[in-house]
């Protein structure tokens, strides 16, 4: 059916041509000359259009004004796009809350993003972690690979430049794309906490070096966001904090309009997913439960592991569960599997001297008011969870339980605190959501001719 349909329309669409350029003007709106496709009621004619396809819908609009304007409504664009691969709801955070001009859904022309996102390139998305690195190819679901982070990769001794050719040359090898093929999206962690001259000249020189690497390497456009900021985007929000549980420490990161806000300030928590593991070990061991390596105690920290939503109660509760390892067979644990978690909110319990997380949240909150960075105050009350050990079961109802009890109601009131929205893999996502942008290549990315320009302005600055 669609074949024939096609063959009609470029029927037609010839003789519109023909007779555009023997008189020089539009066909007249009244007359034209289709015959007994002139008769053809709108909506069947749009579920032509449907049959049809994009590009062959898009050369309709062309026939004549009352069919242009059929074709350039939103609904049968809509339809297209929600057929992709990309979910709709992403779709219209990325066209709507990312454009750098904000543009009310009701005035989108999806018409327009449909062409402008058709054109876009597909890209090699890079999340540096704290853990562990995630990259993948951009219209994939999901990460196709897994290396240490460049923060940890090569020799450690090596100097920064030379460990981030090493690291993002081994990736393309596994990848086994060419550098010069593809924009890239790399992920920042949160290094440097402060506001502070020096720690804003870090950040700098980081992201300095991360680009002057990539384009010696004949990448031809690269986009580089903050780490916390990519899982807000994945959680389809712009404004929050993000309670990002990275390997080694957990950062509390205030981010608004997607900017990282240091100025406020950013709360660093002393203990991650390493801390967790290791306390899971020691009780482990204390039960004599034997393992062969940290791995293990990983793998049954994930299948096992949860957040009690009270403590108390939950220790007078028969928790046993067991999970299988494989190679190394079945585990058994009771009051472990929330005792774990509970660090978060107890450190003491694991011996740690920190703060706590729902308090750690919390002070950031107050230097959000304090900061008055905008007269509605609500945008700090959406707290998204980031990082693998973020995936812990209740984890998201514990953190906003416990805010609510040490905040006054002024604070406590409208928090919604949301799980990692992609796992552990949410900044991956957040990147995903940007490269498959109809502005992405414009207004988020860096050609290397952009960048050498940069660098010479500010040398002559300098």
Known sequence: MAVVLRKVLGSVLHRSGSSSSRHNSELPEDHPPLGDLNVIPNDVFV?????????DAARTSSVCKSWRALVSGNAIWVYFIMNEKEPWDALVFAETHLQLCFVPPSQLSFMNIYSKRAMVPGSIIIDGGSGYCKYGWSKSCSPSGRCATFLEFGNLESPMHARFHYFFTTIFSRMQ??????????????????DTESARASRKQLKEAIYSVLFEMNVPAVCAIDQAVLALFAARRTSGIVVNIGFHVTSVVPIFEGIVRHDIGIEIVGQGALKLTAFLRELMQQRNINFESLYTVRTIKEKLCYVAADYEAELQKD????????????????????????????????????????????????HCVAAEATPDNRWFKTVVLAGGTSCLPGLSERLEKELCKILPASMSNGIEVIPPPCGADSAWHGAKIVSSMSTFMDSWCITKKQYRQMMRRNMICA
């Open 47 to 55: 579920q032509i259009l449907l049959l049809l396809g994009p590009r």
């Open 177 to 194: 794309v060419k550098t010069s093929s593809q924009p890239v999206v790399v992920s920042l962690p949160i290094c440097y906490v402060d």
């Open 319 to 366: 928790t046993e569960a067991s999970c299988e390892v494989v190679g190394e067979g079945w585990f058994t644990l009771s009051k472990e599997r929330f005792k774990t978690g509970e660090i978060l909110f107890q450190p003491l319990i694991g011996g740690l001297r920190t703060l706590g997380l729902h308090r750690a949240v919390a002070l950031c909150m107050d």
